[in-house]
């Protein structure tokens, strides 16, 4: 295969040429934008076959799937939470498609099924996408989306009788819902509906706030708040337990940072009053007491505090601190039983702190390096639950008494291996610029460091999202086969906090490339790997790293995937919520940034001439958070620039999205490609020419 002559399907160039500050730049592919063109069709057409005819003759692939659909077949729970003397969680038995939705009154009895989303669809591509449980445990609303669409509809289910009452919501993304105290209505923000055609191409700007009442038509649902004169303003409004507020968070794209408002529901006719009107800093709600209000952010804390505003006296210096600042970042806080259970990031692992408004703070004993997530609950509620995992641990859930402290292991998944098998270090590596970086790296025990293990490493590095240990059966599937798996916790990401994800934003999103570039060769000089036997991969944001990092450093690596990737950065503004992304990328009607753009820009940095490594870009056609055609641009340029041996593919998903709602067998199809064609560049190959 590596000598066979590859013939490309055509991909015609037309003159588009665009002007950014008196720089001319063309876009060869900008006809690839037409996702419905008949061209653009036979084009996606044809790269599949192109595909599929080389995963097809890889030789590991059929084992890799088996072994990856026997692994993933295990019992996996949601971590569960209780509403008015309710549990509520998910549960898959190993295979099915989607999650079922389960509910029961005791912990000793046997669920009830809910709601089932595998019914909804043949092919499994309904999935849900969000709920919220009335305060009166008597209405489960829930959102579902088709195709792994970022579009929501919401109905609501009548738990008792197991069936959705007539309301019917749509044209809503990224939002929940949040119901009012006395169980009526709830209020949701939402999107006028797109053009006949465009809602996955369409820009979402204008979103609105609005209150829903049990049993009226969406029509008939009340404006409450939204700002015609910013239209890159989002709302979430938060009913408060006592049923006394409704807090209004105000963001703005991707921004750390928020505006605060308020209305008194016990005065109405006041309206909607400020709490915060400057684009400062981040304020997340936490509860309240009356009108003193606990909110976690960071202003004046980079890393993260705890504050309270009274609603009486919102000026700045009436604030109090609750938990100040600590060397360790603050990545989610939540309130259950008066207390604040706080997660830290030390070094991108969890330690977890439990502060009581009254009384003295106390950590919660986790299993050992890894993630711990959950800790739903009311704000007076007793007992919560929570998830830990590692890399070589699939999630645990435990139940938390918060009266005694006391944690009981609740759910413990059975996966056909031995985690002893595997083991994680941590080690710290010194980037371009002498910025230290830290870098979790997983194999099996006993690995001999000798430069010929085949590595996968994986990245992210923006938006402020911090990578931690983290299960999953692909990688899993990938040690036992003797690979390495690598994941460094990059700038632009939040492990650090605020100065840590501003240090990879804008015009220093080229601290993040360094940083992975220091990563890989940090493990080929410490004779993990080599160029010859090293994978990238990430996805979204992490597949603008991987296309940038080919593109810089074709040399280092071997095979590379990125998937559904960011890799138009003079066009990503233009699509959806891709306008929300400025925040983190900068903009290209800013000259400054568009300089920084354009000078990374995967798409407008690919050379003729070059020997590129293996390439396998992945996207779907119903991905309406990062547009296809990043993808299908890249991948034309790509393959019309390649001077080396190696293929350029695209594995293009059909009805599935950005990722989040996959069915389970897409997910092992994916995974099972993936890790062929690594498996396939990194050792196969490479045996077969040494």
């Not at 084009?43 to 026997?70: C, D, G």
């Not at 004169?229 to 006592?242: L, M, P, R, V, Y």
């Amino acid at each position: 295969m590596k000598n066979q002559s590859i013939q490309y399907p055509a991909a015609k160039r037309v003159t588009q040429v665009d002007t950014y500050h008196g720089v001319k730049v063309a876009d060869p592919y900008r006809w690839l934008e037409d996702l419905d063109s008949t061209e653009t069709r036979a084009w996606v057409e044809a790269q599949n076959r192109l595909t599929n005819a080389w995963l097809e003759k890889f030789p590991e692939r059929e084992a890799i799937r088996k072994r990856l659909t026997e692994l993933w077949n295990y019992e996996r729970y949601s971590v569960p939470y209780k509403v008015a003397g309710r549990y509520f969680f998910s549960r898959n038995d190993g295979l099915q498609n989607q999650s079922v939705v389960y509910t029961q009154r005791s912990l000793k009895e046997k669920p009830e099924v809910l709601i089932d989303p595998n019914k909804l669809s043949k092919d499994g591509t309904v999935a849900l996408k969000g709920s919220a449980v009335s305060p009166d445990g008597k209405y489960y609303a829930y959102a579902i989306a088709d195709a792994g669409s970022d579009w929501t509809e919401w109905r609501v289910r009548d738990i008792d009788r197991g069936k959705d009452l007539d309301d019917h919501l749509k044209w809503i993304k990224f939002s929940g819902v949040s119901w009012t105290a006395d169980s009526k209505g709830f209020y949701y923000s939402r999107y006028d509906a797109p053009k006949d055609g465009d809602k996955l191409k369409e820009v979402n700007y204008f979103p609105k706030l609005y209150f829903h009442r049990l049993g009226d038509a969406q029509a008939q649902d009340k404006l409450i708040y939204h700002r015609p004169d910013h239209k890159d303003w989002s709302f979430n409004g938060i009913a408060t337990e006592d049923g006394n507020y409704l807090l209004i968070e105000v963001g703005r794209g991707t921004e750390e940072k928020s505006l605060l408002y308020y209305q008194d529901l016990k005065q109405p006719e006041a309206g909607i009053q400020p709490i915060i009107e400057t684009w400062q800093a981040s304020y997340e709600y936490l509860g309240n007491d009356g009108p003193r209000f606990w909110f976690l952010s960071n202003d004046q804390a980079p890393r993260g505090r705890i504050i309270e505003i009274d609603l009486d006296r919102p000026q700045r210096q009436h604030w109090k601190e609750m938990l100040a600042q600590s060397e360790d970042t603050i990545e989610t806080a939540s309130m259950v039983n008066d207390s604040f259970i706080v997660s830290y990031l030390h070094d991108a692992w969890h330690k977890i702190l439990i502060q009581p408004l009254n009384g003295k703070a106390w950590e919660l004993e986790l299993p050992g390096i890894g993630s711990a997530g959950g800790f739903y609950g009311k704000q007076k509620a007793t007992e919560t639950f929570y998830s830990w995992t590692s890399f070589n641990t699939p999630a645990r859930i435990y139940h938390l008494d918060l009266k005694t402290g006391k944690s009981t292991l609740f759910k413990q998944p059975e996966v056909k291996f031995n985690p002893e098998d595997y083991v994680t270090r941590q080690v710290f590596y010194v980037s371009k610029d002498g910025t230290r970086v830290p870098m979790f790296i997983t194999h099996r025990r006993g690995l001999q460091r000798n430069g010929r293990n085949p590595t996968l490493l994986y990245g992210y590095g923006g938006f402020n999202i911090s990578l931690t240990p983290y299960f999953s059966v692909s990688n899993l599937v990938w040690m036992e086969m003797g690979g390495v798996y690598a994941v460094p916790s990059l700038r632009g990401g939040g492990e650090y906090g605020k100065e840590w994800h501003e240090a990879g934003i804008k015009t220093r999103k080229q601290n993040v490339f360094d940083d992975f570039i220091a990563a890989a060769e940090w493990l080929i000089a410490n004779d993990y790997t080599s160029a010859r036997r090293l994978g990238i991969y990430g996805g979204s944001n992490g597949g603008l790293l991987v296309a940038a990092t080919l593109l810089q450093r074709p040399d280092l690596v071997a095979a590379a995937i990125p998937a559904v990737g960011v890799l138009d950065m003079l066009r990503f503004n233009k699509f959806t919520i891709g306008w929300a992304w400025e925040s983190d990328y900068g903009s290209p009607e800013n000259e400054a940034e568009f300089k920084a753009l354009y000078a990374y820009s995967p798409y407008h940095n690919i050379k003729p001439g070059v020997s590129y490594p293996a390439t396998l870009v992945t996207t779907a056609d119903h991905d309406d958070r990062v547009y296809p055609a990043h993808s299908f641009k890249f991948t034309a340029a790509l393959q019309a620039a390649q001077a080396g041996p190696s293929p350029i593919l695209i594995r293009i998903e059909t009805r599935a999205g950005h990722g989040a709602g996959t069915p389970t067998g897409k997910r092992i199809e994916e995974a099972a490609d993936k890790l062929a064609f690594l498996r396939y560049f990194l050792t196969t190959r490479e045996t077969t020419h040494e």
